[in-house]
């Protein structure tokens, strides 16, 4: 074991002088792997980082929630727009009826969406927002932060009174400069509601979804002046799953409820689809599967570039130190003792240049993550200790892979021979 440390140190050392000693060339051979490892982390933090902000984005939208709609997530509703289109439309009458039969749900809830409407307040107006009409299980399904109030109540709901809760954009843009805005009034649909909540800010996030610019009313308000049974509305209904039901047991009761109140015999297929996060969820997978192969396989090309740049530097170093060499077999030195001094030498130099790699992965992500905030940017870049591993590994065997035939022609030399040089 003192030995092994011995000579631990003493490649160390060694590759330490080597740098020094030819700082210019060993700086190439090194950056050759610093730039691999570089681009190799770089490309796997950042898919691990677009995976988890989709994924957040998604979990914002209620996780184990299936969506009861015409039109299916698994396939371009292109393909077959007039058959979907031609299905009913979901109807709160069968909200109601899921509310009271579905067992394993621990919320129902119905909803519209339309985008494009207006806001007001005396003189302020907000263009743009997102209108999310729904009952009053919708905040089970969602969770909401708020900076200020609170949600609509089930009696406001059920009545159809005339509140809101707003995004923060909405409220700042409606009201600047002003900090006490729940109980204030603004005109929307031609209505005066009153707000009983405004949002916590989010930011928009990597999908683009952000409940800032957006406005939640109650459904039964929403069917007083508008008509949601018309073509250009589609209603979809929102189930969540209790916490110990799996989401395909509670599939299975709600297609067996939506078949019996839509009366469809045995044979006849769904005039419904219901759709999860999980399809979209699975499809990404392998998206981003198939970039972290795509990167890996940019950084392996980089590193073997390197590598033969660290296979030339330990060659090189083999021939300096012959003598060297020659000295240490006579003295007694196994093959094992050469073999291992050169090969650690190697790995300590590939090692070098993937911290290397891996500081300036972790520089740029916090490069990146003081820009965010300030341009408040919702996607972030998380550098994780896995990623790390991988790049230390990889050094590693890279080390071993350029320092192998180098180590092998030096401890397989003759003493007479290395010592005559």
Known sequence: MTILLKLLQESILGSFQELMGNKLRAILSV?????????????????????????????????????IQKFPWTEDPRMNWFKYFRRPTTTYNEFKLLQEKVSSAEAVAIMVIKNGRKVKHQSYLVEDVDLFAVT?????????????????SSSESHRGSRVAVIGSNIASELFPNQKQIVGRSIKFLDRELTITGVLKKEGEDIIGFSSDNNIYVPYNFVKTVMNLDGVTV?????????????????MDEVRGFMRSIRKLKPLEDDNFSLNQLSIISSALTAVFSVINFAGLLIGLFSILVGGFGIANIMFVSVKERTNLIGIKKALGAKQSFILLEFLIEAIMLCLLGGLLGVALVYGGSRVWEALRHSWDIAFYIQLSMKNVYIGLILSVGIGILAGFIPALTASRMKPVDAIRG
Not at 42 to 60: I, P, Q, T
Not at 236 to 249: L, T
């Open 234 to 250: 589609e209603p979809f209904i929102a189930i969540k799953a209790k916490e110990n039901v799996s989401q395909d047991e509670m």
């Open 31 to 67: 950056l050759g792997v610093t730039i691999g490892i570089f681009c190799i982390i770089a490309v796997f933090s950042a898919v691990d980082s677009l995976e988890k902000n989709v994924r957040n984005s998604f979990e914002k939208l209620g996780e184990n929630v299936i969506y």
């Open 136 to 152: 009053h299980d919708y905040y089970r399904i969602k969770d909401f932060e708020f900076e200020d109030g609170r949600y609509f």
